[in-house]
C-alpha cells in the first residue's frame, strides 16, 4: 500500500475533528424517522430535511451536490463517467425507551459522542464527505469519481435504492459504512411478516410495544380487565379507569443482534399468560407469540436454520399492537442460505393453523462476495495496515445497502469485538453512541481505501 499521503491524512483529520463533530451534530439535530409522504419528501419531512443539510455539507466542503428527485443525493469529486462510491444513509429509527438526554442533541462524554443516528448512519455519513474533501484537497489523482451517496430510506424499505439503481448508473464498487470493521463480505436473507389474530380482543382491552419492525423493543403495554394481579420487577400495574395498565420493561437492541436483549413484548406476554389476564382464544393467540419470543434463534417455532457460512437465523418480534379489535404481532427474521422468507412463513401458518393469518411482507435473500474480489482484499488490507491486525472478512446478519448494488460490501465503521462504557448505547438502543478516536481512524481509513481503490480494474 501506497503511503505517501499518510502523513497528509492525519493532519487533515487533527485540522477537522472539530469541524466533524459539529457537522455530524448539526444532521444528528434533525429527527429524519420516516414520515408520511408529500410533494417533494418522498419518505417525509425529516428524511428530506436530513437530505437537504446533507447536501448544503457537501456544498460546504467543496464537492458537487446532487439531488435525485428528493429520495437520495450525493456529493461528488472527478469528471469519469466510471465511479466509485460510498454509500450511509441519513434516516434513523425511532427514539424507543430509555435515553438519559434528549436523542437529537448531541452529547460528548469521555471521548464518545451520544445521539440518535450518530453511528447509524450520520456519523458514517460525515466521515465519507470529508473523506472525499481530503481527496479533492490534496489533488489525487481519480481514474475514477467518487460519490458519497446520501439516502433516506435505509431503514424501512430502501426504496431510495432501488429508485437510484433504476434511473442512474451503478458505481464500479461502492462500501457503505453501515457496519462493523473489518469488511462484511456477506448479509443474510431478510424476512418481515405478520402474525394477525382471527379472533378479536376479549379480556385485553389494548396491547402495545415496540417503535419499528427491526428494533428489539425495550418497552410494552397492555390494558386489561378484571382484578388487580401482582406486580413484578419487570412489569409494574396501574390503575386506569376500570382496567389495569401493564408496563412490561425490557432490553432493546438491533434485530439483528437478539444476543443480551431482553423482548419487552415477550415479558408482557408470558406476566399475561402467567397471571390468566386474557380470554380463551386470547390466551391461544398469546401462546403462540411466545413460540416466537421464547427463544430468538426460531427453534420454538421450527424455523431455526444454519448452513454453516453464515451465523445460524435469528427472529425476534418487533411490534405488537391492535386493529380493528385483532392483535397484530410484526416479525423480523436474518436467514441463511439454507431457507427461506417464503419458507419461515409457510412454517409458521403450518403452526397457527387456525389462530391466526401470517404476511409475508418483504423477502430479500441472502448475498455474498468472495472474499477474493479484488476490491474486497484492498479494504482488508487497508484496514490491516492502519490498525496492525490481521482481521479477516465476516459475514452478518444485519442488512445494508452493500446487499443492493452489483458490487459493493458493508465497510466498518463499528468494533463490536471491543468493550465500551456502560453509558455507551447500541445502535437502534437507548443512548445510541460512537467514540470519536475510532471516528477518526475510520475515516484514514476510508481514505486510503478510496485511494487504493483508484488503482483497481473494475
Given at each position: 500500500m501506497d503511503n505517501k499521503y499518510a502523513a497528509g491524512i492525519d493532519k487533515f483529520i487533527n485540522d477537522n475533528r472539530e469541524n466533524i463533530i459539529r457537522d455530524i451534530a448539526r444532521l444528528v439535530a434533525i429527527n429524519s424517522v420516516e414520515g408520511a409522504a408529500e410533494p417533494g419528501a418522498p419518505f417525509g419531512k425529516g428524511p428530506k430535511q436530513a437530505l437537504e443539510l446533507g447536501l448544503e455539507i457537501c456544498r460546504e466542503l467543496g464537492l458537487k451536490a446532487v439531488n435525485c428527485e428528493d429520495k437520495i443525493g450525493y456529493g461528488q469529486i472527478g469528471d469519469a463517467e466510471d465511479y466509485l462510491a460510498t454509500i450511509t444513509h441519513l434516516d434513523v429509527v425511532p427514539v424507543g425507551e430509555g435515553w438519559t438526554g434528549d436523542p437529537?442533541?448531541?452529547?460528548?462524554?469521555?471521548?464518545?459522542?451520544?445521539?440518535?443516528?450518530?453511528?447509524?448512519?450520520?456519523?458514517?455519513?460525515?466521515?465519507?464527505?470529508?473523506?472525499?474533501?481530503?481527496?479533492?484537497?490534496?489533488?489525487?489523482?481519480?481514474?475514477?469519481?467518487?460519490?458519497?451517496?446520501?439516502?433516506t430510506n435505509e431503514e424501512t424499505g430502501m426504496g431510495d435504492v432501488e429508485y437510484y439503481l433504476d434511473n442512474y448508473k451503478a458505481p464500479v464498487f461502492c462500501f457503505s459504512p453501515d457496519s462493523g470493521f473489518p469488511v462484511c463480505n456477506g448479509e443474510k436473507g431478510i424476512c418481515n411478516l405478520r402474525i394477525v389474530s382471527k379472533t378479536k380482543l376479549d379480556k385485553i382491552a389494548d396491547i402495545r410495544g415496540g417503535v419499528a419492525g427491526n428494533v428489539i423493543p425495550g418497552k410494552a403495554e397492555a390494558w386489561v380487565k378484571g382484578a388487580k394481579p401482582a406486580p413484578t420487577e419487570s412489569v409494574s400495574v396501574e390503575a386506569d379507569g376500570e382496567l389495569w395498565h401493564l408496563t412490561a420493561k425490557g432490553i432493546g437492541g438491533h434485530a439483528s443482534k437478539p444476543e443480551g436483549t431482553v423482548n419487552a413484548i415477550g415479558v408482557l406476554i408470558s406476566y399475561i399468560l402467567e397471571n390468566k389476564l386474557a380470554g380463551e382464544e386470547e390466551e391461544k393467540f398469546l401462546r403462540l407469540l411466545m413460540k416466537l419470543h421464547e427463544s430468538w434463534d426460531g427453534s420454538g417455532l421450527g424455523v431455526d436454520a444454519d448452513d454453516g457460512k453464515f451465523e445460524p437465523l435469528t427472529i425476534i418480534g418487533g411490534v405488537i399492537g391492535v386493529e380493528d379489535r385483532h392483535i397484530f404481532q410484526t416479525?423480523?427474521?436474518?436467514?441463511?442460505?439454507?431457507?427461506?422468507?417464503?419458507?419461515?412463513?409457510?412454517?409458521?401458518?403450518?403452526?397457527?393453523?387456525?389462530?391466526?393469518?401470517?404476511?409475508?411482507?418483504?423477502?430479500?435473500?441472502?448475498?455474498?462476495?468472495?472474499?477474493?474480489?479484488?476490491?474486497?482484499?484492498?479494504?482488508?488490507?487497508?484496514?490491516?495496515?492502519?490498525?496492525?491486525?490481521?482481521?479477516?472478512?465476516?459475514?452478518?446478519?444485519?442488512?445494508?445497502?452493500?446487499?443492493?448494488?452489483?458490487?459493493?460490501?458493508?465497510?466498518?465503521?463499528?468494533?463490536?469485538?471491543?468493550?465500551y462504557p456502560d453509558f455507551f448505547g447500541p445502535i437502534h438502543g437507548a443512548d445510541e453512541a460512537a467514540s470519536i478516536d475510532e471516528f477518526m481512524e475510520a475515516l484514514k481509513i476510508y481514505i486510503l481505501a478510496l485511494i487504493e481503490l483508484e488503482a483497481v480494474e473494475f
Open positions: 437529537f442533541t448531541l452529547r460528548e462524554r469521555e471521548g464518545y459522542l451520544i445521539g440518535r443516528g450518530v453511528m447509524d448512519d450520520k456519523g458514517p455519513s460525515i466521515l465519507c464527505l470529508y473523506a472525499l474533501k481530503y481527496l479533492k484537497d490534496a489533488g489525487v489523482p481519480l481514474r475514477y469519481s467518487i460519490r458519497a451517496l446520501l439516502g416479525v423480523d427474521s436474518r436467514y441463511p442460505t439454507n431457507t427461506s422468507g417464503k419458507k419461515i412463513a409457510d412454517n409458521i401458518s403450518a403452526l397457527a393453523g387456525e389462530l391466526a393469518e401470517i404476511e409475508l411482507k418483504r423477502d430479500t435473500a441472502p448475498f455474498y462476495m468472495s472474499i477474493d474480489n479484488p476490491a474486497v482484499k484492498v479494504c482488508m488490507d487497508v484496514y490491516n495496515a492502519v490498525t496492525g491486525e490481521d482481521a479477516k472478512p465476516y459475514t452478518m446478519g444485519g442488512g445494508t445497502y452493500a446487499r443492493d448494488f452489483p458490487n459493493g460490501v458493508s465497510f466498518g465503521p463499528e468494533h463490536p469485538e471491543r468493550s
